[in-house]
């Protein structure tokens, strides 16, 4: 848990250096997303193949977006084959996302989902 909030504050560290405004970080440690506040975007890297209720986490994810707001999954090739990917596609399609893009990201799998 200790490293994983360390990897969070160094995000928050280098946006500041970037000047990027309004970041947030999160750490969800289960399957409830309890945070009150509404994002524009949000991005997940390299994480959603450990999440074990992907159905429930993408409705709650929605929940929190703002409508038309944007939402990065981003998988790593190694962990995450072309069958587990478009499943985790077809789940967020189901619970009222549309597609986006499919960008090219290096050793990634990656799509960009906007809330209806």
Known sequence: MIFKRKCLK???QKAKKKNAKNIKTFLIK???IDINYMFDFILAFWMFHEVAEKET???QLKDILKTNANFLIVEPIIHVN????TAVVEIAKKVGFDI???PKISISKAVVLRKR
Do not use: A
């Open 100 to 102: 986006i893009d499919y």
């Open 30 to 32: 289960n399957t409830v």
């Open 82 to 85: 072309k069958t587990k990917f």
């Open 10 to 12: 160094e995000i928050e």
């Open 57 to 59: 986490m993408l409705k």
